[in-house]
């Protein structure tokens, strides 16, 4: 995307967040979502019971009754609120502007975050994380949630979301279509790590986790997640104060190409320090080098695209061109699966 049609974008975006935000008379006029909070209970295991509890935050859209609904997963150390973020009058809000586009979402903290339970830290990985998803859309599929059942489902994730999707598409193929945020095929060893205990940060210093719960080191966030040109400081002062915790359990062996049938797209900022900045695979610059690279581990009736986003880091919903992103999203998402 050129600078030109980047600053069209997030103009037009902006402009449709600011209206929803202006209160509700008018969020009601510009369909502003109407949102409500849900507990499910979710497996973490196939075999195993449905005895952990996960948070979800439904919104629609006002004035029409969609058919396909966004599943909203957050990545590492995040919570519900990286997808709908209090800062900013909406315009770091991916919630507000998929309901603008006539989506519902419901975007969730995974299991070991946010309001959702915190079983022993060795329980977690990517392989619970994607049963406890799968419970998800099939509460969405049923009308388990909010009581009308959605024919279509696109996952949307972000960093570790993302992998997760990808392992839980791969198995459980219950999604229409996916949008993997923050995750490329290609691996950095170079940024320093930020990680460790959550016990011995003051802000989860009570919280009794168990080792295996980690979060970040103390003003490490805006250096890690973000690109300098692209950050808001007041969005690092709130990504630094609302923090959450991750665990890091070892990733599951997955079958290469992944064994997706339904189209995907990868979104991943320029200047991403985990997936692009010193990576030897890819050529983040050159998008089509990055095509290239991860249509290998996609099958060809995937329908892959994939998107870079200049200027940007880790964090790409919460950085300045999120408006570019979220545009990028969701014209992608009205050429694949409708609303």
């Not at 600078?3 to 209160?23: E, I, K, N, P, Q």
């Not at 509890?53 to 957050?74: E, F, K």
Request: proline content about 8%.
């Amino acid at each position: 995307m050129t600078r030109t049609r980047t600053h069209l974008a997030a103009a037009f975006v902006s402009a449709m967040l600011l209206t929803t935000a202006a209160g509700p008379a008018d969020a009601a006029m510009a369909g502003g979502p109407v949102c409500a909070t849900h507990t499910l209970s979710v497996r973490i295991a196939d075999a195993g019971p449905a005895t952990e509890t996960l948070r979800g935050r439904l919104c629609l859209p006002r004035h029409r009754r969609p058919s396909a609904v966004q599943l909203l997963v957050h990545g590492a150390t995040y919570d519900h609120r990286y997808w709908d973020f209090p800062v900013g009058g909406g315009s770091y809000s991916y919630v507000r502007a998929a309901a603008v586009a006539g989506y519902a979402t419901f975007n969730v903290d995974r299991i070991g975050a946010g309001a959702s339970s915190q079983p022993l830290s060795q329980r977690l990985d990517a392989v619970a994380g994607a049963a406890a998803l799968h419970d998800v859309v099939t509460a969405l599929r049923t009308g388990a949630v909010g009581g009308r059942p959605f024919a279509r489902a696109i996952y949307v994730g972000h960093s570790l979301g993302s992998f997760i999707g990808l392992y839980g598409i791969s198995r459980y193929r219950d999604v229409d279509a996916a949008i993997l945020t923050g995750m490329l095929h290609g691996y950095n060893a170079g940024p320093a790590d930020i990680m460790y205990p959550a016990g011995q940060d003051p802000k989860f210093a009570r919280s009794n986790l168990d080792e295996g719960y980690l979060t970040t080191r103390p003003g490490t966030r805006g250096g890690e997640y973000y690109h300098p040109a692209t950050a808001d400081p007041r969005v690092i002062a709130a990504d630094e104060s609302g923090k959450d915790v991750t665990t890091l359990g070892p990733p599951p062996p997955m079958q290469v190409p992944h064994p997706i049938t339904v189209p995907v797209l990868l979104v991943t900022g320029a200047e991403d320090r985990l997936a692009c900045v010193g990576v030897t695979q890819y050529d983040c610059a050159d998008p089509e080098s990055v095509r290239a690279h991860e249509s290998r581990f996609f099958l060809p009736e995937t329908r892959l695209d994939v998107r870079i986003i200049p200027g940007t880091g880790h964090s790409l919903a919460l950085s300045t061109t999120a408006p570019a992103t979220t545009v990028t999203m969701l014209q992608w998402s009205r050429s694949t699966i409708s609303p």
